[in-house]
T-cell receptor, first 116, second 114 residues
């Protein structure tokens, strides 16, 4: 079963640096959403990609950007890292069943980012 | 935007008892409500979901109920087992016309004791 995969598993960066996280969606899925999960909290929506375009964005600054490739995989980029960016970054994939409508989202294992 | 509140934050039950977790949402346009189970250090796993045209859905020991009028939905786990111990998150999805995003609750830590 080709589930959602993410890389790397763990990452340690210094304040001010930039980071790129990667996600491959579940086989057959075309929509990728990114979430930030701080310790002890629920996932917070960052943005969603469909057909290589950012379709919706949560309350995150422009330092957070992304990309989706023709094979539906996606990247999350964070510039000028802050200590508060330390979190688990989750990617979730889904299949669009109608314009803008998708249901089951399946999560990847996440990337644990630590900013020192 | 959507706001999802979840209660309780922690829940301890004895093996074999039932557990109930409740969530409320604010956006009346929300029409899809999934529940996720997250074990320590692992990814959230979708365990059950319900759409707004249905009032109840059951899958073995797990059931979810939805009250659209009151804007709340609940997860019911019967005959709890130690492997049910985890953090459970509810979520609500509203379709904005161009996309749909999930808003999560703050989670319930369920502990099933022997």
């Amino acid at each position: 079963d080709a589930g959602v995969t993410q890389s790397p598993t763990h990452l340690i960066k210094t304040r001010g640096q930039q980071v790129t996280l990667r996600c491959s969606p579940k086989s057959g899925h075309d929509t990728v959403s990114w979430y930030q999960q701080a310790l002890g909290q629920g996932p917070q929506f960052i943005f969603q990609y469909y057909e290589e375009e950012e379709r919706q964005r949560g309350n995150f600054p422009d330092r957070f950007s992304g990309h989706q490739f023709p094979n539906y995989s996606s990247e999350l980029n964070v510039n000028a890292l802050l200590l508060g960016d330390s979190a688990l970054y989750l990617c979730a994939s889904s299949l669009e069943v109608a314009a803008g409508v998708s249901y089951e989202q399946y999560f990847g294992p996440g990337t644990r980012l630590t900013v020192t | 935007g959507e706001n999802v509140e979840q209660h309780p934050s922690t829940l301890s039950v004895q093996e074999g008892d039932s557990a109930v977790i409740k969530c409320t949402y604010s956006d009346s346009a929300s029409n899809y409500f999934p529940w996720y189970k997250q074990e320590l250090g692992k990814r959230p796993q979708l365990i059950i979901d319900i759409r707004s045209n249905v009032g109840e859905k059951k899958d073995q020991r797990i059931a979810v109920t939805l009250n659209k009028t009151a804007k709340h939905f609940s997860l019911h786990i019967t005959e709890t087992q130690p492997e049910d111990s985890a953090v459970y998150f509810c979520a609500a999805r509203a379709y904005t016309g161009t996309a749909s995003k999930l808003t999560f609750g703050t989670g319930t830590r369920l502990q099933v004791t022997l």
